[in-house]
């Protein structure tokens, strides 16, 4: 017997990825804002798109210029301003990549590049001048990648990244994950993925399905940055995915103008927790160009996250860390 969903996927949430906002007048025109300098705007597109899900769009507050889910997304000039402290790759994933599309960086850890897509373009990441062409796990680098893990005992986490995995469809998403299962001395899995914060329709009973078939436990680290983004029907879609074979996370990025405030980062950890998630990094912003304007000195990290320990109990309190380049982990700030 087949269940409906393996004739007939659910492709939803396909239809609204391709539905996505990537024009900014398009977007500016659901919010209701007007500004004037449009194209400065834009000319900050030409190497970082634009896009948004309408179900993200749908929760920045209509004619709000600085609504702090728009802040993420909204192309600036100032991401056109270089400076010698940023760079294209600031984490050094260049040099800790071992095979296209293969990063091994930290012991016993591997993460794929699965794809360059995402569902959503945030103007901060330090992906986004991340050299995709010659550097994710296509089908031909792929099977590469898999002899390469399993010719690799040492390696005994895979983690999916991206892009985001979850972009991928369901069938092929399914064939990846189950390829990497078969290697007998991967004990867990591990996804870094946006899309149930930013497309909680992709969270599929077909992918349920994939993921708790899976002989391994599966870790799925989400990323949200602010309370706004945890709607209740993302909050529906997370609680979808708590299963015993599945560990939910969630890392943050530290975002100037966005969630500098104890008290929006003390919400969040709530609302991650009221859908079953657990806050695991707080990470200061990688430096990667076009991203200044986000950036916080390091001082006033650490004022904030002292107040977010003295408010949450410690498991709702995430690790406040940095990427740095050619380190044996990442490194936890706390002076
Ligand atoms: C962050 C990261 C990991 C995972 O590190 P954890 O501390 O285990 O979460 C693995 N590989 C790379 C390249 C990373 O950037
Ligand atoms: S990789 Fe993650 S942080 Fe970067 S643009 Fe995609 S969803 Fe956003």
Request: hydrophobic share 40%.
């Given at each position: 017997?087949?269940s409906?969903?393996?004739?007939?996927?659910?492709?939803?949430?396909?239809?609204?990825?391709?539905?996505?906002?990537?024009r900014?007048?398009?977007?500016?025109?659901?919010l209701s804002?007007?500004?004037k300098?449009?194209?400065?705007h834009?000319?900050?597109?030409?190497?970082?798109?634009l896009?948004?899900?309408?179900?993200y769009?749908?929760?920045i507050?209509?004619g709000?210029i600085?609504?702090?889910?728009?802040?993420?997304v909204?192309?600036?000039?100032a991401?056109?301003q270089?400076?010698?402290?940023f760079?294209n790759d600031?984490?050094?994933?260049?040099?800790?990549?071992?095979?296209?599309g293969?990063?091994?960086?930290y012991?016993?850890?591997?993460?794929?590049?699965?794809?360059p897509?995402?569902?959503?373009?945030?103007?901060?990441?330090?992906?986004r001048?991340?050299?995709?062409a010659?550097?994710?796990?296509?089908?031909?680098?792929f099977?590469h990648?898999?002899?390469?893990?399993?010719?690799?005992?040492?390696?005994?986490?895979?983690i999916?990244?991206?892009?985001?995995?979850?972009t991928?469809?369901?069938?092929?998403?399914?064939?990846?994950?189950?390829?990497?299962?078969?290697?007998k001395?991967?004990?867990?899995?591990?996804l870094?993925?946006?899309?149930?914060?930013?497309?909680?329709?992709?969270?599929?009973?077909?992918?349920?399905?994939t993921?708790?078939?899976?002989?391994?436990?599966?870790?799925?680290?989400i990323?949200?940055n602010?309370?706004n983004?945890?709607?209740?029907e993302?909050?529906?879609?997370?609680?979808?995915?708590?299963h015993?074979?599945?560990?939910?996370?969630?890392q943050?990025?530290?975002?100037?103008?966005?969630?500098?405030?104890?008290?929006?980062?003390?919400?969040?950890?709530?609302?991650l927790?009221d859908?079953?998630?657990?806050p695991?990094?707080?990470?200061l912003?990688?430096?990667?160009?076009?991203?200044?304007?986000?950036?916080?000195p390091?001082?006033?990290?650490?004022?904030?996250?002292?107040h977010?320990?003295?408010?949450?109990?410690?498991y709702?309190?995430?690790?406040?860390?940095?990427?740095?380049?050619?380190?044996?982990?990442?490194?936890?700030?706390?002076?």
């Amino acid at each position: 017997m087949y269940s409906v969903e393996e004739i007939c996927p659910d492709l939803s949430w396909q239809q609204e990825l391709s539905d996505a906002f990537t024009r900014l007048d398009d977007l500016l025109d659901f919010l209701s804002i007007d500004i004037k300098n449009l194209t400065e705007h834009e000319r900050a597109c030409k190497s970082f798109p634009l896009l948004v899900t309408r179900s993200y769009a749908e929760r920045i507050k209509k004619g709000d210029i600085s609504d702090p889910l728009l802040r993420q997304v909204l192309p600036l000039p100032a991401e056109l301003q270089q400076h010698s402290n940023f760079s294209n790759d600031p984490v050094g994933d260049s040099t800790a990549t071992v095979l296209p599309g293969l990063i091994h960086k930290y012991h016993g850890r591997a993460l794929i590049v699965t794809t360059p897509a995402c569902a959503i373009h945030c103007r901060y990441c330090f992906r986004r001048t991340f050299p995709y062409a010659d550097n994710s796990a296509h089908r031909s680098h792929f099977e590469h990648i898999l002899s390469h893990l399993k010719s690799n005992p040492d390696i005994e986490e895979v983690i999916l990244s991206g892009g985001d995995p979850l972009t991928l469809s369901d069938q092929r998403f399914k064939e990846v994950i189950t390829k990497i299962s078969a290697i007998k001395h991967i004990r867990r899995i591990r996804l870094h993925t946006r899309l149930p914060i930013v497309l909680p329709s992709r969270v599929t009973d077909f992918l349920l399905d994939t993921l708790v078939k899976i002989s391994q436990p599966i870790i799925i680290v989400i990323h949200a940055n602010h309370p706004n983004e945890i709607t209740s029907e993302v909050t529906q879609a997370l609680i979808k995915l708590k299963h015993p074979q599945i560990t939910l996370l969630n890392q943050s990025v530290l975002l100037k103008g966005i969630n500098d405030q104890a008290d929006i980062l003390v919400k969040l950890s709530h609302r991650l927790f009221d859908a079953q998630v657990l806050p695991y990094y707080l990470h200061l912003l990688d430096r990667v160009n076009g991203s200044m304007h986000f950036d916080l000195p390091q001082h006033e990290a650490l004022t904030i996250y002292q107040h977010i320990q003295q408010k949450l109990p410690g498991y709702l309190v995430p690790r406040l860390a940095r990427e740095e380049e050619a380190m044996p982990n990442k490194t936890l700030i706390n002076q």
